[in-house]
């Protein structure tokens, strides 16, 4: 008797099988096949699509946010090189230190000119109004320290005409020369120098003035501890001089302008209790204390304010 023997069951390798469960279905039970994915690489880009042409932009908008970062540097540094000028010519406390002081400063002067230089050749060909932002403090403090040099040293005000020719440079014009003997190497040799000028709106020359009378302010006061008891008188007239013409100006059109003419009052206010302390009790207060009798007057009339 012989026994038939079931064929074997044929079995679906692992391999297979994972397979098919990592794969989907169709609703007919078949399985999805899936591709390898398409090379992103190899996609064609249109390079005329509108789109393309948007991103052309960023490497105009790189160069123009590297400059006003550049602009900002230079103007930190003449703000800070302004200032060291300020503090050096209130170091003047006699006739004798004014003529060495006045030549350091306008050594001082003369590097700050330099970074001046520099902003000027960044903006050449440019749209200053653009950039203004960048510089605006530094070209006021610079204004603010040169007037206070040019009131010391001529004893009068700093013109805007003064200030344009401060603010023009000469740049050297170069130009490419080839040699005879070898024709590939190419020298550049300076021939002659032409000028650019660092525009100066009307608006920064006037913001840059309104922040002087609180330096004269300050030499006022520093003259009366170094035994200079003329020297308010000389200053208080001028200052009420400056305040008079900055009167005439409309205080809306800028707030900035608004706040300093506020600053420039106060100021002159102090100049002048300073000079009343000196004419009605100058001679009851000895000449050891007319500074500190100075000093607390004006804040005994803030406070009664």
Do not use: W
């Not at 913001?207 to 000389?234: Q, V, W």
């Amino acid at each position: 008797m012989f026994i038939k023997m079931a064929a074997p069951i044929e079995r679906k390798s692992e391999h297979t099988a994972s397979e098919h469960s990592s794969q989907k279905r169709k609703k007919d039970g078949s399985y999805i096949k899936h591709g390898r994915k398409p090379d992103k690489s190899a996609v064609n880009v249109n390079e005329n699509s509108a789109i393309i042409a948007a991103f052309s932009y960023q490497k105009e908008l790189d160069e123009k946010h590297d400059k006003y970062e550049r602009l900002v540097k230079l103007s930190r540094d003449v703000t800070i090189e302004s200032k060291r000028v300020i503090f050096l010519l209130h170091r003047i406390s006699s006739e004798d230190t004014c003529e060495a002081i006045l030549k350091e400063a306008d050594e001082k002067i003369c590097q700050i000119g330099k970074k001046l230089k520099g902003i000027a050749v960044e903006l050449e060909g440019e749209d200053p109004y653009r950039f203004l932002r960048a510089y605006t403090n530094g070209l006021q403090e610079y204004i603010e320290a040169i007037s206070f040099y040019e009131y010391i040293l001529n004893k009068q005000l700093l013109t805007m005409k003064t200030t344009e020719e401060k603010l023009t440079f000469k740049v050297p014009i170069t130009k490419e020369e080839t040699s005879e003997k070898d024709k590939n190497q190419k020298q550049t040799e300076a021939v002659e120098t032409r000028q650019i000028q660092l525009q100066l709106p009307p608006v920064e020359y006037v913001l840059g003035l309104a922040d002087l009378t609180g330096e004269l302010m300050r030499y006022c006061i520093n003259s009366i501890g170094h035994g200079n008891i003329k020297k308010p008188f000389e200053l208080v007239s001028f200052m009420r001089e400056i305040y008079e013409g900055f009167s005439l100006c409309s205080a809306s059109a800028s707030r900035e302008l608004k706040q300093k003419m506020e600053t420039m009052r106060r100021s002159l206010r102090k100049v002048e209790n300073t000079c009343y302390t000196l004419q009605v009790r100058g001679s009851e207060i000895p000449k050891h204390m007319l500074m500190d009798a100075i000093t607390a007057e004006p804040q005994t009339e803030e406070a009664a304010l």
